[in-house]
């Protein structure tokens, strides 16, 4: 994995594949560029630094979310866009074209392409055969750097630091790739310990657990909603994903292990903390805790999501 | 229903979801915007009262007439859209999320939100989770109060009123959604007789009939072509609905009861009408009716849908 | 065929439908426009010759390429497009519409209609109906005339003409839609030489032949790679097209008939001739020979295609 291109405080120009290019400083400097989109957008409903950019956007798997969000993120900066939703339905894929000359073909056209595919790996293949910037918006149970970049921001902003936190990340955590990226991602900040909260059959893998305790993290396991420490600075919610079952009734029995209740909140929870969840939810925090000032999951931290794309997609195009 | 938020000649920042919203005074100030707007297009191709805005479109029901006509617009604003098609299949809805959180992810995003549903009071309940203006692009057998708007903008714009006009609806008085906004936004005005033409099949509901004759229509029920009145200002033609009938026959049987042919328009028209049609058709009216220069219904009527919806965004947008 | 209305050097307001409305001097002058975009576009992203225009993209038959090749053109040209692929399923032609009333619609809303359908001559109905340029993006087994404009101008910009050329066109002679349009399109020049290699049961029908000759090309049947005389010019090669096969084994045996192997590039091949293909290929050309610099197939042809339509457009629309 040591292959990935480095940022190195030079964005311009680059593929963004996977958080294992980052760094401490490129991470400061991407928050830094955020800041300075988000003040901007207080102004203006649009900051022109992709003004006259064609970007493309390839997702090989259905999204809304994520579409939507580097969609508008395009079209925040002045940019335009040329979309694409499972081309291999509906495209020259299915006259059976490899990936490589599909890629090759949608350069020609853009000045970046964003790719979202059900294989791992694919984002990485495709910025190999691009001379153009490819960003990954996520690659089969792989990476999603964006998520992981926008939790982290989002935690940023609130303690004004990524390191020595305490916080609680439940729910699946054998499956959920936005749980790895974001436990990567604090793993380059010391002093940080997380407790994993989540079902036995979906606990974190042991190697996993070996990793990122040798990267610095202090893992705690606990299984039961009782065990959370009442001093967690953040709670990070995910969804049990029902695609990965394939016994259904194995998923019925599970989804809702861990619910965030108003009663949990008060009995668990202090008032500084925020709650996270990389959405979308299907029940696991109850709608009456969304007008808690604490619930930041379907106002900032989605937000976020769009400014840190804006940010990102500002630096790789050396707009800013 | 006395729940919807009254205009009361403040457009700005408002959600327009039914046509009970409005009253004359603001659909007065709506038409003069629209002449405004179609002024402005004489001399140019875009008028930018939307730039640098962005509006998401959510389609949750096929459609490919409405959703162009408010893309266009749109665009013809200088604004960008993001669209979405049947969400509920390429998105977070297959995942389990509700619709309520949908419309907040999108919110997100975006300036404006257009919304159509299958669902009745789809389009409220979206203005009650969103902060920013929805606009109702048509809801189940609901509301589509823009097609009501551009309906009534095209008769005023051939009579230079609403008021004290004799015309005739025929078709699918019972299901046909445009029909029932017809009416109601007829309602607003004194004077006004008009002629309901269906098979008995398909009449307006009794206690349609009711509330339009209290809110001060006249209503003349109808079943046969010979029956209209040679004085009628305009035909308002409508489908049959094909999906509204589960027996494949019935609609067979019923779906040309009424067409108008050459011959129907020389016995029972008069050369000061016009001929209106929400489209699509499927034969309701002859193709050599087409070059008649009565027949509205390809050529004004479709374009003020566009004029009164670019009108609409540019006051809820408080750029007008 | 001869009711196609001639460019005759007035494109402003023309429809784009066949090849047979352009001769060489129309050609000339698309060509010296195309240049003069590519020039423009060294230094900018956008030219901003579509400004404020709207196109409308219908594809009633799945594609990638082509609309995104289209799509990129017009916004590269600083225009707005809305765009629907399979309308027929998405839309009113699903409630029974006629093709000439769904394209009044879109007309309604546009500058300019791209269209491509899976019926022959559906490009030159919509272009009866519609008062606003139409451009054919390739109907039926019928034309697709901007491949054909794009395929002649990457063989004009490697040898700075068309006439008393030798080339070699290979693969699917009988159903490839591109084959025939190139070789109307050579036919305008003359001194030309096609080397025509094929499998026995996809060879050029015999009424082509005739009628290519008769306009003056010089047509060689050859059916062993061993007869490609080493002096081609160019190598034009072309996908077996499943899609045309009723019975799969006969495509699959068919199907690598000929292949583009770096020794049959080297046995039969030259050093200044250039291979071009409309793809997406299926394995006809072995990916070794992608890095070749004669291999312009998946370079400068593709990107030709964005730039030919470009000129094509500011020119029907009257910006050049």
Request: glycine content about 6%; hydrophobic content about 35%; proline content about 4%.
């Amino acid at each position: 994995m040591s292959n990935y291109q480095k940022i190195n405080q030079q964005y311009k120009g680059k593929d963004i594949i996977s958080l294992q290019q980052f760094d401490t400083s490129s991470i400061s400097q991407l928050f830094e560029t955020t800041k300075h989109i988000i003040t901007q957008l207080n102004t203006n409903t649009i900051v022109p630094y992709l003004q006259n950019k064609l970007a493309t956007l390839l997702f090989f798997e259905p999204s809304s979310r994520t579409i939507s969000s580097f969609s508008a993120s395009i079209k925040r900066l002045g940019g335009v866009t040329i979309e694409y939703q499972n081309p291999l339905e509906t495209s020259s894929a299915v006259k059976g074209e490899t990936f490589e000359d599909s890629i090759k073909v949608f350069e020609t056209y853009s000045d970046i392409i964003i790719i979202r595919h059900f294989e791992n790996g694919s984002a990485l293949r495709a910025s190999n055969v691009a001379d153009i910037p490819v960003v990954n918006a996520g690659d089969g149970y792989g990476e999603h750097p964006t998520q992981a970049l926008l939790d982290m921001y989002t935690i940023h902003q609130r303690f004004n630091t990524l390191e020595n936190l305490t916080g609680l990340i439940a729910g699946d955590l054998l499956y959920g790739r936005t749980v790895h990226s974001l436990l990567r991602g604090l793993s380059f900040y010391k002093g940080n310990t997380i407790y994993l909260l989540s079902p036995k059959r979906l606990m974190l893998p042991e190697k996993d657990v070996k990793e990122y305790t040798k990267l610095g993290l202090k893992l705690i396991q606990i299984h039961d909603e009782e065990d959370i420490p009442k001093n967690c600075q953040f709670w990070y919610w995910t969804r049990v994903q029902k695609e990965r079952f394939a016994i259904q009734e194995e998923y019925e029995k599970i989804k809702h292990s861990f619910i965030i209740t108003p009663n949990l909140l008060k009995n668990q929870g202090n008032k500084n903390m925020i709650i996270l969840h990389p959405l979308p939810r299907v029940g696991e925090i109850d709608p009456r805790i969304d007008s808690d000032p604490r619930a930041w999951y379907l106002s900032k931290q989605m937000k976020n999501g769009m400014y840190i794309r804006m940010a990102l997609l500002s630096l790789i195009t050396g707009a800013l």
